[in-house]
């Protein structure tokens, strides 16, 4: 059974630094993983998807990097800001076909403090 | 591409009663999702439709909860008798269905709480 573990829980950091964010998850077969952001009361907004062939994807001052054999994902946020502040949920989806169902993380919740 | 809608955002229902929501999926996107998430978890997945078929349901989608997607469009998912353990945020999403790099989106949530 697939398992998508994030830790830590929760990640206080100053403004302006680099953090990473852990994923890992127990099964290597996924199809591909994908990194969401989601404030607090609202729903989920897609960050980054990384192909199970690829091993990083880019969006400005986000980095997501994937290591299937390890079974780990990073979320690298570079000059963290507070407007950075929120849970971040990594998933995947497990198999070889695209079923489409994610399996979650419990998400790390982020603060950026000015 | 007005992203994906659902309707109501917010419903407070007593034990017992029925609730509907409504999911309204991006255009042309022919994958529909709905996921389930209480506070402090990830979003569980209950269900999927490609076009108008639904293709899995999870186990935690009891013989009270029905999810239908008429003509490949809109979703309803209808939660029936409900009680104090439905208390949760009903999330819904859509893709188009291709390879390995189509994005899910998801909407903003639908809030139930049962008193």
């Known amino acids: 059974k697939q398992e998508v573990t994030q830790i830590p829980a929760a990640l206080s950091v100053p403004e302006g630094e680099n953090l990473v964010l852990n994923c890992s998850f127990t099964?290597?077969?996924?199809?591909?993983l994908q990194w969401f952001r989601q404030d607090p009361g609202k729903g989920l907004t897609s960050l980054l998807l990384?192909?199970?062939?690829?091993r990083e994807q880019t969006s400005g001052r986000l980095n997501a990097s994937l290591d299937k054999s390890s079974g780990r994902s990073t979320l690298y946020i570079a000059a963290s800001q507070p407007g950075d502040s929120a849970t971040y949920l990594c998933?995947?989806?497990?198999?070889?076909?695209?079923?489409?169902?994610?399996?979650f993380g419990q998400g790390t919740t982020l603060q950026v403090k000015p | 591409d007005t992203g994906v809608s659902q309707n109501p955002r917010h419903k407070i229902t007593k034990r017992g009663q029925n609730v509907t929501f409504r999911c309204d999926p991006i255009?042309?996107?022919?994958?529909l999702y709905w996921y389930r998430q209480t506070l402090g978890q990830g979003p569980e997945f209950l269900t999927y439709?490609?076009?108008?078929?639904?293709?899995?349901k999870s186990r935690l989608l009891s013989d009270r909860f029905s999810a239908e997607r008429p003509k490949g469009s809109f979703s309803t998912l209808e939660i029936q008798r409900t009680e104090q353990g439905d208390s949760a945020m009903y999330l819904c999403?859509?893709?188009?269905?291709?390879?390995?790099?189509?994005?899910?989106?998801f909407g903003e949530g639908s809030w139930l709480t049962v008193v």
């Open positions: 999403a859509s893709s188009f269905y291709t390879g390995p790099g189509n994005t899910i989106y």
């Open positions: 099964d290597s077969a996924i199809y591909n």
């Open positions: 990384i192909q199970s062939s690829q």
């Open positions: 998933a995947v989806i497990h198999g070889s076909s695209n079923t489409g169902k994610l399996i």
């Open positions: 255009s042309e996107h022919n994958r």
């Open positions: 439709f490609q076009n108008e078929a639904q293709l899995e």
